[in-house]
Nanobody
Framework: QVQLVESGGGLVQAGGSLRLSCAAS????????MGWFRQAPGKDREFVAG???????YYQDSVKGRFTISRDNAANTVYLQMNSLKPEDTAVYSC?????????????????WGQGTQVTVSS
């Protein structure tokens, strides 16, 4: 069983930056692929970024060049650095873990989820 806890959300002006963190319990964190998803009010949850067990990264087109996902296996933590934030980035951001180690874009492919952290970008 893996528990995920996100932190780092908040209120920021457009053009600003935030760094989200997702701390995982357990000793097998390095085996997992990790993803960040977000859900805006009235919309479906969507894939934002992912990092595979091997360290390969993937991004939704709308965040490419602005967001960076990284992981620190020694600290059991995955990060999402978000720069040049836009009002349309406003959402609840959740991290998710996938035991098979590769990234998929479908949220159904993930085994563990955090509780989410709110990101609000004001115009």
């Amino acid at each position: 069983q893996v528990q995920l806890v996100e932190s780092g959300g908040g209120l920021v002006q457009a053009g600003g930056s935030l760094r989200l963190s997702c701390a995982a319990s357990g000793r097998t964190f390095s085996r997992y692929a990790m993803g960040w998803f977000r859900q805006a009010p009235g919309k479906d949850r969507e894939f934002v970024a992912g990092i595979s067990r091997a360290g390969n990264t993937y991004y939704q087109d709308s965040v490419k060049g602005r967001f960076t996902i990284s992981r620190d296996n020694a600290a059991n933590t995955v990060y999402l650095q978000m720069n040049s934030l836009k009002p349309e980035d406003t959402a609840v951001y959740s991290c998710a873990g996938r035991g098979l180690g590769n990234i998929v874009f479908d949220l159904k492919g993930y085994d563990y989820w955090g509780q989410g952290t709110q990101v609000t970008v004001s115009s």
